[in-house]
C-alpha cells in the first residue's frame, strides 16, 4: 500500500490515526526478551520465511527461536546445527529432522511441491555436505533439485557424461574446494547463471577454502557469481529466487 | 543434434563420412593465425555472441579480432578499451562508438529491443565506470536497464526515495568500493537475485577492491551473489542470465 | 604539579630532599614478585582504575592480582575471565560476580551513579557477548548504557524503529561480525561519534573478523573510528571517554 | 517533527496532503544530472555540511559541484584535490585557495571561530601531509587546533617535551605511519580519545601503511580507536564530534 | 673424479701439489670486476649453459656479460631483456636477435637440433607472451615444442580438439592466469607431467597472478607441479630437463 | 580407436549402433550410490590406479571403497588414514598394513618390481612424515627410492656428504617446512627435476607452510617445481611419471 | 688446517691417505638411525653445542637424542618440551629439569659462569614464557641476564625507572605482543642492538604474532633486527653471540 | 648526572633555579620551522650521528636539513636520495658526493678511521644496490667492510670460496631477494651474528620481498635476525653497533 493511499484513507476516516501512524512507524518483527528481534514480515517481504542459523545460538535462544517460528508458519527450518540442538526440540516437537551431513534441522510440511528445477554439482565426495545444504535449501523453498556429485575437473569425462542434465536447469550451483576448477568449466558449457560455492576442503595452501573462492571469482568464463566459502544456504537461497523468476508467469517484456 | 541421430543418418547415407566425422571431431572456432581461436559456435552454445575483452591486446591482433567479429555479427562490443584502440578502428569501421567513461567500444545493430528490467545501482560517483560497464553490457544483450547512481549507505535516505523502481526490476546490480556495505543493504529489501560488483574505488586499507570484495562475500543478508572487482561486464552478463529467465516463454513447472 | 614549583618549594624547605627527589624519580606502580608491575597512578592520570584482562594469566597470578586491586580500590573488574578463574576467587572474596556471556568477572561497589548516555548496537544476537563486554566496562566505568541489539542492516527496518533512542547517545558503539555494515549505516545516521567494533562472528572468508574489520575502517560514512576485533572492553572505554567530555563541567571555548 | 504531528496536522486541513506525502517521500537531496545527489540536508542531520572527496572526479562534475556548494554555503571545502583541479576554478571562483601540502582545496568563510581544543600530532615530518589535513579539515568545521610534529617514538623525548601541551587537548589525532607506535605512547599518556592514523608512509613490509594500522588496531593502551590509512580527514571529522561534545552546554546528567 | 683418485695420482706425482690443490679449492667461476660471478662450470654440472636474466642489469654490467657468455659459448641467451637493451648490443654483436613478445633477447648457433617433445599451452591469448619464454627457452636448449594457445576452460571444446597433440608431449607446460583452471583439466587428461605456470594475466582479486598460483598448487588433480608467476623460463627449463630424461639412451632399470 | 575407424567400421556392420554409440557416449566410471564415482579408466588413461584420500571419508564410504578398489585391482592405497580407518577394514581384508607415521594405508602385491631411482631428501627429521608419504607413494607405483633425511641448509656439510647418492637420481624430492631453503641448494647441485614439497613444519611466520611454499616458487635456482603444503603424495607421483619417463624404451628422437 | 698443508703433509707420509681423505670426504656429524643425524662438529664450528627443539618429535627418537646429547656433552638442553617429554627421561636421568612456564627441559652443568651482561624485557606478563625461554637459553650459553618484565609502552614510566639497568647490557632482547611497540621505544633509548621477539599474544588482528611481527620489521628506530614470532630462544642466542663478541679478548682494530 | 646530583647542587646554589629546570623539563633537540626536530643529542645517547631519510622530503626541507646537519657536525649522510635532491645541494656545498647505485648522498671527513670486520654478502648482482647501502652506512659510522657479491645458493661453490673471508667477520650482513635462502645458509657456515637483510628484487610471488622477508624469520639456522625489506641502511647501523661491541676496551665480564 503506497503512503498517498494511507493518507487518503485516514482523511476519510476509514482508518483510524493509530492505524495510519503504524504504518508509518511500523514494527514488523517480534522481540524476544530483547535479544533477536525476529522478522515477521519478511516472508511478505522477500517471499521467504524466516530460517534459523543455529550455530552459536545459546540453548535456551535456539529452543525458542525455533518453536516460535514453528507455531508461526507450521514449518521451521535451521542450518548448521548440532546433534546436541537436535536433542534439546526432539522431544518437545516430534516431528524434527535432523541430518548429519548437511547439519539440517526442520520441520517441514508435507507434500510441498517442488517448480521449476537446478542442478546442485559437487567437484568432489567431500563437499557433499556444503552441496546438501544447497539442495536442502532449495528443496524446502520449493525449488526441484537434482543433484550431481563427484563430476570435479581432474576426470572430466564424468560431468560430460551428465551434462544434458545440467543444461536443462534454470540455475547451475557448483560446489567445490580445493582449486575450484569446476565453476569455470561449468560456465564455460550452461547458459544459464552459475552460483560457485567455494568449500573448505583442501589442505595446505587451500587457506580453509580462500583459493577456492579466488578461483572462482577470477573465472574466465562468463555467467558466476560467488558466495561465501561453505555457503551452501545462500547458494541455495538465490538459486531459487533465480528459478521463481524462471517459472512464474510470464511478464510482459 | 543427439549422437544416435547422427550415426542413423550416416547409417541411412543421409550424410556422409566426413560429415558424421566432423560432427565428432568440429573444431567450432576460427583459428585466427595461431594467437587466438574465435569462438564461433558460442552464440548457438550460449545464448551471447563472443565480445571483445581489449586491455593487452596486441595493436593488430585487435584490429583483426574487432573487424572479424563484425564482419560475423554485424556488430561488435568490446570491453576496457583505451582510445588509442579506438583510433585504430574508427576510420576503418566508421559506425564504431566509444565511451570514455565505461572504456566501452562498439558497433551495435540500430532499434535492438530491450526486455524485462534490471536495476543497476551505485554506492558513490566515482563507481559509475564499472556501473556503465555493467549496465551498457546489458543493453548490448537486449536487457532493459535503469541506473540508479549514488544511493550509498552514509545517507541512506537517497536509496529509500529510489526503493520502488529497485523493487520491480528481475535482478539488482550492485556496485559499490570502499567498504560495500550497498550490496548487503540491497539484499535485505528486494527479493530478487542481487550480483555485487566490488569496486577499486577507495584507498589505504580498501587495498584495490579487496575489502569491498571480502565485505560483499560474507553479507548477512540472502539473495546476494559476487563477482570479480571491477567486473562490470560479468555482472551484466549473468543479470541478463536471470533477466531472461524472467522474460521468456513460461515453463511449465 | 609542576617541575618549577617542586623546586621552588624544595628550595624553600617546604619538601625534602626525599620528597623532591621521588616526584622526579618516583616509580608509580607496584611490584609483585617481578611478574607484573600494577599501575596505581593509572587512576589519578587517566581517570581510570587499573582491570584485569584475565585471559592466559596463571591462577596464582590471577589471584593475587585480583585480590591486591580489590584491597585497593574496594572494587575490581576483569575481562575475558574463564569460570575456572571465577571458582578461584568466589569463596576468597564472597561479593564476586561472573557473568558467562561476557565474561566479565567483577566486585562492583552499589549504588553507581550512571551520567550521559551511550547506545550500544548489534548487528545479530551473536554478537551479543562482545556488545556486552563494551557495555559493563561502560557501566562500570560509570556511563549510562542502552543497550540495542539485533538490528544488522539485512533487516535495516528494526534499526529504524530504534533510530530516536541511538540519535540521544553522546556516543553510538556498533558492534557486528560477519560484512559489518553496520557501523556504515549508523555513521550516516547520527551526529555523534560511532566507536566500531568488528566482531569474530562469521565463517569462511569472514577470517575471523578481519573482514568486518575492514569493512568498518574502509566506511563511507564520516565520524567513524574502529577498534580491535572482539575488542568490546576498548570500545566501552573510549566511549566512556567521550561520554564524560560531553557530560563534564561546561569548559570555556 | 513526528509523524504523529505530520498525521494530526494534515487531518486539521492545516497542511494539504502534498505536503504530508512530501514528508513521508521526500528526497532531501539535490539530483545534478544523474551522476550525483549532493545531501543538502546533510548540516541539519549532521552538524556538518557536505565536502568534496576531489580525487578521481570527472572535471566537469568536479567543477559544477564545487560551485554548487559554494552557492548554497557560502564556502566550500575538498579533500585529495590535484593541482589541476584548482586550475579549474580559480578563475571562476577567486577567492579559492589550495594546499600542495594537504591537497585540501576550499573556499572559508573570513573570521571564523574556533572552539574547544584538538592536539595533532605526527611520528616524523613525511606524516605532515596527512596530519595537515586532519587539521585543515577539524578547523575548517570549526575546531582549535594544536600542532606536535615529528615526535616519533624513536627520540622520545621530542614527544615528553611537548605532553602538557598535548594533555590539555579534548581529543588527541596520532598520525605515524611505518611501524606506528606512537598512538600507543599517546594513549598511555592521555586521558581523552586518541584517534590514531595509520599512514602509507615507510617501504619494504610496511605494506602501505597496513603494518601502521596493524599496529594501532592492536595496541595494548586504552583509549585508541583507529581510521584508513591517510585517512585525515576522517580523523579530523571525529576528532570535532568529539570536541563538540566537550565545549557544548553542559548535559543533565 | 674422485678425491681419492686426485689423492692417489698426486702421490704417485702424475699430478702437480698445484693441479691437487687447485682440485680442491678451485672456484670454478669467473669474476667480473666484483658484480658478478660468471659460472662457467654450469654447462658441466648441470647440463645447461648460463642465461642471462637481463631485468634490472646495468647497461654496462649486461654488455660486458653478453659479450663474455658469447665469447665462451658461441651463443647467449637472454631473458626479461628491454628493447633498449637490444639497441646496446645490436651493433656489438650482429647477430643479435630480440622478440618484442617474449622479451627474448639471444644469438643463437645455427642448425641446432631438436629432440624429443614438449607442449606449450596457454588459456588465453594474453599468457602467449609468458608461454614463448618457455616455448624458446626449451628450443634453445634443444627440445622441439608443440604450441597450443588459446585453449582454456570457459571453451572447452578447443582444448579437446588438440588433445591428442598434448598427449603426445613428454611434458606439458601449462600456462594460465586469471583464474588458472587450465592446469587441473589437463592433468587429468595427460598422462606426463604438467608444469603450470600462473600468470599475472587477470584484474581484481587476480592479485598478479597468486590467484592463479594458488588455484594450481591446490590443483585437485595429479602429475601437476608449479613454478613462480609468469616464470616462462622456469617452466621451459624444468620441461627440457624431463624431455632429455625421456629421450636419452636408455638407462637399465 | 580413432572415430573415423569406429564410424567406418560401423558402417560395415562390424559394429553394431549400441557399440557404436557406446563408445561416443561412454561412461569410464562406476557410479557408487550416487556419491562417489570411481575412475575406472584411470589406469589404462594416466598408468596409475585409482588410490583414496582417506581423510574426511564417512566410514561407510571409506570400507566401501577400499574393498572395491582392492578387488578391482588385487591391491589398494590410501593416503592421510587414520588409525580408526585402518581398525574398520583390518579384519574384513587381513592383508591391509598401516603405517602411523606417514598415515598411509595400503594392501600391496608382493614381489612388485621397482625401477629407476628417485632421491626423497628432507630438512629436518619433522619433515620425515611428508617424505614417506611421498617415497611409499613412489614405491607403490613402481619406483626405487633413496631416502636421505636430515640434511637441512644449517648444517649443509651434511647435504655434501650424501650428494652422490642424491645426483644419481632421475627426480629429486625435496621436503622442507620452516624456510623451505632446502630446494634451492638442491636445484643448484643437480642436474635432474626437482620437486619441492613444502611442509607445514614450523611456528610463528611459517604461517602452517606457506613461507616455505613463497620460498620453494621464488628460488632463484633452476630445475625447480612445487606441489602444495605436505603434499607427499603429489611429489611421489610426478617424480614417478618423470622416472618412468627416463626408463622406459627409449624413444626416437 | 688448510687444504694445502693436508696435501703436503700426506706427500711426506707424515698422515695416511686414509686420513687425508677423510680430511676431504669426512661426515661431521653422527647417524642415529637414518632419522637424524646429529652435528657432533657444531660446537667447535659455531661454539655452541646442539640443543634439541622438542616439539613435534617422536617419544623415541626424542629419549634417545637427549640421552646421546647428555652422554657427549656433560649435559644438554631442549625447548618446547612438554611435559609428557619430562615424565619420559626425568627417572632415566635423574637431574633433568623441567620449567612449566618456559617449556624448557635441561641437564646442567653446576657452577657455570655468566659473562657480560644483556637485558630481557617484555611488555607484558603474558609474554613472559618466550623471555623466560630467551633468558634461559642465554643463561645455559654462559651469558649473564637481566629481566625487566611488563614494561610495555601503554605505562611508559615503569620502563623509564628501570632504564639504567637496560642500558648497561650488551644487547637488549625486547619481547612483545599485541602492537608490539615496546622495539622501537627501547631502540630509541640505548646505544647497543636491540633483537626483537614478537610474540603471539594477542587476539583479534593481532593474527598470532604476525602484527607485532610487521611492527617491529617496521620500526622508525635505528638499532632493532627481529627473529621469528615467540622465537625466545632464537633471541637468546643471537644475543649470546653479541655478549660473547663484547667481553672477549679485545681483538686488534 | 644524577637528579640527586641536580637537586643537591640547586640547593647549594651551584646551578640555577633555570639550570635546574632545564635539566628537568630540556629539550635536546633543535625545531627547524616547525616541521622537524633535529636530534642534537643523539650522537651523545647513541653513538651515531643523525643521518637524513632523503625520500618524499621537500625541497625546501631537504636543503635545510642537510645544510644544518652538515654545519653541526662537518659532516652528513643521506640515504635514498634523488639525483635531483643532488643537484640541489651541489652547488652549495661543493664536497657533495652521491652514488647512483646506493642511492647515498654524503659529505664525508677525510681519512676516516675504519676498525674492526664485518662482511656483507648478496645472493645476485641484483641486490647490490641494497647491500651497497648497508656497507656505505657501516663505513660511514666507521666500520672496516669486505664486501662478497654474487654468491647465491643456486652456485653455492661460489659462497665456499669465500667462506674464510666471510667468517673472519664480527657480524655478516646477508642481502638476497627472491626466495632469500642466502641468510639460512651462512647461519650455518659463521659463528657470529648474521643480519639478513630482504631485497625487493623477484618478481610474481616474491611480492616485492616479502618472500624473501618470511624465509629469513623462519629460518631453521641459528644467529639470525633480521631487518625491513631494502634496509640496508638498518642492517649496516645495526651491524656497527655489534662492530663496535667487538674491538671496543675489553669489559670486565
Same mark, same amino acid.
Given at each position: 500500500?503506497?503512503?498517498?493511499?494511507?493518507?487518503?484513507?485516514?482523511?476519510?476516516?476509514?482508518?483510524?490515526?493509530?492505524?495510519?501512524?503504524?504504518?508509518?512507524?511500523?514494527?514488523?518483527?517480534?522481540?524476544?526478551? %530483547?535479544?533477536?528481534? !525476529?522478522? *515477521?514480515?519478511? =516472508? #511478505?517481504?522477500?517471499?521467504?520465511?524466516? /530460517?534459523?542459523?543455529?550455530? @552459536?545460538?545459546?540453548?535456551?535462544?535456539?529452543?525458542?527461536?525455533?518453536?516460535?517460528?514453528?507455531?508461526?508458519?507450521?514449518?521451521?527450518?535451521?542450518?548448521?546445527?548440532?546433534?546436541?540442538?537436535?536433542?534439546?526440540?526432539?522431544?518437545?516437537?516430534?516431528?524434527?529432522?535432523?541430518?548429519?551431513?548437511?547439519?539440517?534441522?526442520?520441520?517441514?510440511?508435507?507434500?510441498?511441491?517442488?517448480?521449476?528445477?537446478?542442478?546442485?554439482?559437487?567437484?568432489?565426495?567431500?563437499?557433499?555436505?556444503?552441496?546438501?545444504?544447497?539442495?536442502?535449501?532449495?528443496?524446502?523453498?520449493?525449488?526441484?533439485?537434482?543433484?550431481?556429485?563427484?563430476?570435479?575437473?581432474? %576426470?572430466?569425462?564424468? !560431468?560430460? *557424461?551428465?551434462? =544434458? #542434465?545440467?543444461?536443462?536447469?534454470?540455475? /547451475?550451483?557448483?560446489?567445490? @574446494?580445493?582449486?575450484?576448477?569446476?565453476?569455470?568449466?561449468?560456465?564455460?558449457?550452461?547458459?544459464?547463471?552459475?552460483?560457485?560455492?567455494?568449500?573448505?576442503?583442501?589442505?595446505?595452501?587451500?587457506?580453509?577454502?580462500?583459493?577456492?573462492?579466488?578461483?572462482?571469482?577470477?573465472?574466465?568464463?562468463?555467467?558466476?557469481?560467488?558466495?561465501?566459502?561453505?555457503?551452501?544456504?545462500?547458494?541455495?537461497?538465490?538459486?531459487?529466487?533465480?528459478?521463481?523468476?524462471?517459472?512464474?508467469?510470464?511478464?510482459?517484456?
Amino acid at each position: 500500500m503506497e503512503a498517498r493511499e494511507i493518507l487518503t484513507r485516514f482523511k476519510k476516516n476509514e482508518i483510524t490515526l493509530e492505524e495510519a501512524e503504524h504504518y508509518f512507524r511500523k514494527e514488523p518483527f517480534e522481540k524476544m526478551g %530483547g535479544y533477536a528481534k !525476529l522478522d *515477521s514480515h519478511r =516472508e #511478505v517481504r522477500s517471499g521467504f520465511p524466516e /530460517v534459523i542459523f543455529c550455530s @552459536g545460538k545459546a540453548d535456551e535462544h535456539f529452543v525458542h527461536i525455533f518453536q516460535k517460528l514453528y507455531e508461526d508458519n507450521g514449518e521451521v527450518f535451521g542450518t548448521r546445527a548440532s546433534r546436541h540442538q537436535y536433542e534439546l526440540v526432539k522431544d518437545l516437537l516430534p516431528g524434527v529432522e535432523y541430518d548429519d551431513l548437511s547439519h539440517i534441522i526442520k520441520i517441514e510440511k508435507k507434500h510441498k511441491e517442488h517448480i521449476g528445477k537446478i542442478a546442485v554439482c559437487t567437484a568432489g565426495t567431500a563437499d557433499i555436505p556444503v552441496a546438501e545444504e544447497a539442495a536442502q535449501t532449495a528443496e524446502y523453498f520449493g525449488t526441484r533439485v537434482e543433484r550431481i556429485f563427484d563430476v570435479g575437473v581432474s %576426470g572430466i569425462h564424468r !560431468l560430460f *557424461s551428465r551434462l =544434458e #542434465v545440467i543444461q536443462e536447469a534454470n540455475c /547451475v550451483v557448483a560446489v567445490a @574446494g580445493m582449486e575450484g576448477a569446476l565453476a569455470s568449466v561449468l560456465g564455460g558449457l550452461v547458459d544459464k547463471p552459475v552460483i560457485a560455492v567455494p568449500t573448505s576442503v583442501g589442505y595446505g595452501a587451500s587457506m580453509h577454502g580462500l583459493s577456492a573462492l579466488l578461483t572462482m571469482i577470477n573465472s574466465c568464463a562468463n555467467g558466476i557469481a560467488v558466495v561465501n566459502i561453505d555457503n551452501g544456504y545462500g547458494a541455495g537461497y538465490i538459486a531459487t529466487q533465480i528459478n521463481r523468476l524462471a517459472v512464474r508467469e510470464n511478464q510482459e517484456q
